[in-house]
Structures are given as C-alpha cells and as structure tokens.
C-alpha cells in the first residue's frame, strides 16, 4: 500500500522583503487535500466562507472566515477550495529567524515572542480579532516592502494582545522534535483523511507504520494527546459539520456520509464534541435546507 507523507514544502520570500507575502481570489489557492509543512511561520487570512481546518492533530470547521497562525514545521492542510465561498485568502510566510537570531530577544519583543511561541501549537482568531485584523493582512500587499515589515509587526502585537483566540492543539503537542515521527504521523493522518468514510481497523494502521497495536496506540496517544479512536471520530463529526452547513442532506445521510455506521453513536459523539446536537447546530449556522 502507497504511503502518502506530508510534503516539505519550499518557500521563497516576496521579491525585495524578507518574508513571502501572496493574495488568493477565491479558491485559487486551493491546497486543501495537501497535507505540508514547512519551517515558516504562516499567518493566514480566509476572506469569508467556511471550510475544514486541520493543524496538527486538531480538527474543526471554520465559518465566516478564518483567522490563524501555524508555528513552524507544524504541518497542516490548505484551508480554502472550490466549496469554501471565501471571497479572498491572504497568507503570510516567514522563517522564524527572518530578522536576524537575537532580535526576539530584545525586551519589546517579549510579547510577539511568546505569541510565536504558542502558534507551534496553532492559534485560531476569533470574533472581532479576526475581522479587524484580517483587514489590515489584506492591506499589506498594496504596501511597499518597508511598509509591509512595519504592518506586520503592528499586526502581530495586535494578536499578541488580543482576548479572543483559542489555541488549537494540545500543549506539549510538536511534530519536530523526530523525523521519524514525522514520518509515522503523516502516515496515519493521511489515511485517515482519505479513508474516514470507511471502517478503519487498528490492526491495518499499526501495519502501515509497522508497529504492533499496542504500541501503535501507545505511540499515538503520546504524540497527539487523544486516542486514536477519538481521532478518527473527531475527522467525522467535522465533515459531518461541513455537510450539515452546505449540503441539503437529511441528518441520517449526513452520519452516514461521514463514515459513522450508527445513527444513535453519531448524535451522541456529534453533542460531545460540538455541545449541540447536529439539527441544533445546523439551525445555528442558518442554513437553508431545500
């Protein structure tokens, strides 16, 4: 069986600045099915329309935008495609060094320092934060190079100080510290992401990274903070949100489609891990079912 790893991928900084800054229309960015990483820090802009977000091992789905900063070498999807509806995508990249290996150091710093610190967990940003600050992002690439340095600054001490961010993976969660684990974790997302419709067998997955169950399970626990079991389910019920927000499907379609075999386990693990039941949440996001 072909094993499919996240892929390094190569980022060169925008012509005469020191970090790589490019605007998206639409869903021209679409990178959605790529699993990646790269050592950049990558601040993010979704413009608009809703989607799936997968950072690390933490799974959600974003509505009204998004808003987010990825730590480097934490890998992750695109967050845009053909069935996002964003207007825009804006995304920023630089390397954690980029200003030189002592300038975080100095005592105005301290707070982008340590904001870049929680962002190799991932940060989402939410709320006013997000509209506010993903409107200067989407300024940035009018401005000329010495400008834009100074935007983005402002714009992460803006974020190191804002109240309404969530941090999206467990603490203590890095994929960087082994390559090995790199390998082995990127293995099994990547199955999950293309196999959750269908029954997944431990016994299967611990073979794909030639492991025994036992320390599979053990392996995977220590990395991601969460069970296996708990993963994959986690991988369903927000494609089960995706549907329920943009496909005029019944709720039974939606639990099925979504790879769960029993409609009375997909409503209970839907309410444990959204806090409303799937009609609730449906009713919530206001979508029209025809």
């Known amino acids: 069986m072909k094993k499919v790893e996240a892929a390094l991928e190569i980022i060169s900084p925008s012509y005469g600045s020191s970090f790589t800054i490019a605007k998206y229309n639409e869903s021209s960015n679409i990178k959605s099915h790529l699993w990646h990483y790269h050592p950049e820090i990558e601040l993010v802009y979704v413009h608009g329309g809703s989607g799936k977000r997968q950072i690390g091992s933490h799974l ?16 992750h999807c695109g967050f845009t495609n053909s069935q996002t509806g964003n207007k825009s995508e804006t995304v920023i990249q630089m390397k954690p060094d980029f200003v030189g290996n002592d300038f975080f150091n100095i005592p105005e ?5 340590n904001l870049l610190q929680q962002a190799k967990a991932g940060i989402a940003f939410l709320g006013e934060s997000k509209a506010r600050i993903g409107a200067k992002i989407e300024m940035m690439h009018q401005l000329d190079p010495f400008d834009r ?10 974020m190191s100080e804002s109240n309404e961010s969530i941090i999206l993976n467990a603490v203590g969660f890095s994929l960087e510290l082994q ?3 790199n390998d082995r974790i990127n293995v099994v997302f990547n199955y999950v992401k293309d196999h959750f419709q269908e029954p997944i067998a431990l016994e299967e997955v611990a073979d794909l990274v030639s492991m025994t169950i036992p320390s599979f399970c053990r392996y995977f626990k220590k990395i991601t ?10 991988y369903r019920i927000v494609h ?8 005029p499907m019944s709720i039974n379609e939606v639990c099925f489609e979504s790879g769960f075999n029993n409609f009375s386990h997909f409503n209970k693990s839907f309410k444990a891990y959204t806090g409303k039941s799937a009609s609730q949440y449906r ?8």
């Open 149 to 158: 340095l100074i935007a983005l600054w402002s714009i992460l001490k803006e």
């Open 240 to 247: 089960a949100s995706k549907l329920l927000a943009e496909k």
């Open 60 to 75: 959600s789905y974003f509505t009204d935008g998004d808003l987010i900063l990825i730590g480097s070498n934490l890998p």
């Open 179 to 181: 390559v090995q684990d």
């Open 283 to 290: 009713n919530e996001l206001k979508t029209i079912i025809k």
């Open 225 to 234: 903070n969460k069970t296996f079991t708990t993963f994959v389910n986690e």
């Open 109 to 113: 710093m301290a707070a982008i320092k």
